[in-house]
Nanobody
């Protein structure tokens, strides 16, 4: 499975961005992770295969919405009220099957990764 993410860019604090990730075929659970310079990659959000279950990191809860379109094999991340600390490279990830809730934020739960898209929040 190949994943292609897009939608990153430069935005002012308080602004919004929508990231999108296209998979080459249908997958199970999908997620977004991010990695800031000098820091480890961290979980942002994930969604189950049906789109009915969503999961968010505490740092983005209430500001971010993850959604998927299984007809198009895409997963989107709508980010609002962006903060400078949201600056990072954002990566799309997928698993061929469903990931249990207790492992949804674990990087090792995902078999496929996209190349990442840069999000910079700065005035």
């Amino acid at each position: 499975v190949q994943l292609q993410a897009c939608g990153g860019g430069l935005v002012e604090p308080g602004g919004s961005l929508r990231l999108s990730c296209a998979a080459s075929r249908r997958t199970g659970s999908m997620g977004w992770f991010r990695q800031a310079p000098g820091k480890e990659r961290e979980f942002v959000a994930a969604i189950g295969w049906s789109g009915g279950n969503t999961y968010y990191a505490d740092s983005v809860k209430g500001r971010v919405t993850i959604s998927r379109d299984n007809a198009k094999n895409t997963v989107d991340l709508q980010m609002n009220s962006l903060k400078p600390e949201d600056t990072a490279v954002y990566f799309c990830a997928a698993n061929p099957n469903s990931v249990i809730a207790s492992a949804i934020s674990n990087l090792n739960s995902y078999a496929y990764w996209g190349h990442g898209t840069q999000v910079t929040v700065s005035s």
